[in-house]
């Protein structure tokens, strides 16, 4: 029961960050936040890598230390 009560959590925190990015499509934060829950909470590879590949579309995302963070989670992964 906690699981599905957890998964539902990330589910909604999930709704929330395509939210935020849909508003401001250009802020780096909430694609990087929903990527890292993706890949470290939910162990969903494949979306965190395309979530990743859409900010990596962003004006100076390469000096972003948490993207940067992402990247290399990724690729230890084999995600990108």
């Given at each position: 029961?906690?699981?599905?009560e ?6 909604r ?20 936040s ?23 579309e962003?004006?100076d ?17 084999g995600?990108?």
């Amino acid at each position: 029961m906690i699981f599905i009560e957890t998964l539902g959590e990330y589910n909604r925190a999930a709704d929330e960050y395509n939210r935020l990015i849909e508003k401001y499509p250009d802020d780096a934060t909430a694609y990087i936040s929903l990527a890292t829950m993706l890949l470290m909470d939910m162990k969903d590879v494949n979306t965190s890598a395309m979530i990743y590949t859409k900010a990596s579309e962003l004006p100076d995302i390469e000096s972003n230390s948490n993207f940067v963070s992402l990247k290399n989670k990724l690729q230890n992964v084999g995600g990108i």
